[in-house]
């Protein structure tokens, strides 16, 4: 069973930026594709990025491309995933998984495993 522990989350300033870091609990992330996922209230599961598994191709949805970066470091078996230039509509439980597939153009909306808890984002002045 992978389970993923989220952490990083918190209330920011629209214009903002946090860090959101994406851990194992008993295995190594090295060759396993992570993708970030969010939940708002009232609103649909987005998956935001993704890395695949040979670190050659990420995705990142348009609502986040160019203000989001996914990253790994297998140093610390954690993948990342910076936000700069947060807005109020980033507002979100972020959860990290291992996406079904991950390619340049687009993620799978669901991944393999259960959810983990999530890290709570906030967006607001």
């Known amino acids: 069973q992978l389970q993923f522990v989220e952490s990083g989350g918190g209330l920011v300033q629209p214009g903002g930026s946090l860090r959101l870091s994406c851990a194992a609990s008993?295995?190594?992330?090295?060759?396993?594709?992570i993708g970030w996922y969010r939940q708002a209230p009232g609103k649909d599961q987005e998956g935001v990025s993704c890395?695949?598994?040979?670190?050659?191709?990420?995705y990142y949805a348009d609502s986040v491309k160019g203000r989001f970066t996914i990253a790994r470091d297998n140093a610390k078996n954690t993948v990342y995933l910076q936000m700069h230039a947060l807005k109020p509509e980033d507002s979100a439980v972020y959860y990290c998984?291992?996406?079904?597939?991950?390619?340049?153009?687009?993620?799978?909306?669901?991944?393999?495993?259960?959810w983990g808890q999530g890290t709570q984002v906030t967006v607001s002045s």
């Open positions: 008993g295995f190594t992330l090295d060759g396993l594709g």
């Open positions: 998984a291992a996406p079904r597939f991950c390619l340049s153009r687009r993620m799978a909306s669901s991944p393999f495993g259960s």
């Open positions: 890395i695949n598994n040979s670190d050659e191709e990420t």
